[in-house]
């Protein structure tokens, strides 16, 4: 195995009401069998909102070497001590190793996966600067637009988004919980008349977030309090949220995304991923749709992200063709890694 920290540079600041960043800091780790395979995973350490910091996923993924071998259980147990970053990794390099073996086993002709739709992602700025950047991603053929709130002119931001996007287009709103109850209340109540398609992760708590809900006539989606099926559930409990958007660095990897999904319907949303961490969420996000059936509510998937990035790591990967994600159709995950960029781009 090897496990190789690296970076990707946005093309413009990421900022949030969580804070700003320049670049987006990674683990890529490569297991390779003995019959030369690789099976590739990715952790996206979560530290601006309190999680495992990259030092410490890279030290415990290195910590997977002393395991004379790996398996789904090991991994999803306490034995191996991995926070949920580490352990979305180690999960997604099983699956494309064991995927890229069943390939190599049982050669067939590449089938193209079924598209992904995606919103577009705005980062936060003054209400003129968005909604340019939302015409940009307009142009590009995305009809979803998500506008990261709470760390300025909240209600300009979205006024100033519908008017460029037009009255068909959805519009969905994320706080990243900054807001305190009266201001998620007094916001949602200004924002009802833009007709939002949702509103994630409000305020910090699912108690806070229950009290929200019932304020209000926009639909409510768990982010941050929703980490696990057992917070899927406490928070349909409480009435808190109707919706989830699922990180599988956030959660654990794609067992607990599904997990998640069955209690809440949910998207798949980037944790800022690489190439392999989009690529796997593609495939939840198929996963997903197939198990709804004729109930699937048809949402679009916060996998777009990539187009934030000036530069990639893989030689193959996910495409965006107007508004939608197009995974590759090779084995396993289907990405394909540049060395010489992925070199390029090691911290």
């Not at 699922?246 to 690489?274: N, Q, R």
Request: glycine share 10%; aromatic share 2%.
């Amino acid at each position: 195995m090897e496990v190789i920290p690296y970076a990707l540079p946005f093309h413009e600041p990421y900022v949030t009401a969580r804070g700003r960043l320049d670049r987006r800091e990674m683990v890529l780790l490569c297991l390779r069998s003995d019959d030369g395979l690789t099976g590739l995973g990715e952790a996206v350490p979560l530290s601006l909102r309190g999680g495992a910091t990259l030092p410490q996923v890279v030290a415990e993924l290195k910590g997977l070497s002393k395991w004379e071998s790996l398996d789904e259980e090991t991994l999803r147990g306490g034995a191996a001590h991995l926070s949920s970053p580490a352990r979305c990794a180690a999960l997604t390099a099983l699956m494309d190793l064991r995927g890229r073996r069943a390939s190599a086993q049982a050669p067939s002709s590449p089938t193209a996966p079924e598209p992904v739709p995606c919103n577009a992602t705005l980062v936060a700025g003054e209400p003129a600067a968005v909604a340019e950047d939302a015409q940009r991603w307009a142009a590009a053929g995305f009809t979803c637009f998500k506008l990261k709130l709470g760390a300025g002119d909240d209600v300009g931001q979205v006024h100033a988004v519908r008017e460029v996007v037009g009255a068909e287009a959805r519009i969905r709103v994320d706080a990243n919980g900054a807001w305190d109850v009266a201001t998620a209340k007094r916001t949602l109540a200004e924002l009802e008349p833009l007709d939002v398609e949702l509103a994630e992760q409000p305020v910090a708590t699912l108690e806070e977030t229950a009290e929200v809900a019932g304020a209000t006539s926009i639909p409510i989606a768990g982010d941050e309090s929703v980490e696990s099926r057992a917070d899927a559930e406490r928070a349909v409990g409480m009435g808190a949220c109707g919706l989830a958007g699922v990180k599988l660095s956030k959660v654990g990897g794609p067992e607990e995304a599904i997990g998640i999904a069955e209690v809440l319907p949910s998207y798949m949303s980037s944790a800022l991923d690489g190439p392999v961490g989009i690529a796997v969420a593609a495939q939840v996000a198929q996963t997903l749709r197939e198990a709804a059936g004729t109930e699937d509510p048809g949402l679009a998937h916060g996998l777009a992200t990539q187009r934030l990035f000036a530069s990639t790591i893989a030689s193959v990967e996910c495409e965006l063709r107007g508004g939608m994600l197009h995974p590759p159709a090779g084995p396993g995950l289907g990405v394909e890694i540049d060395e010489a960029a992925l070199d390029a781009h090691r911290i």
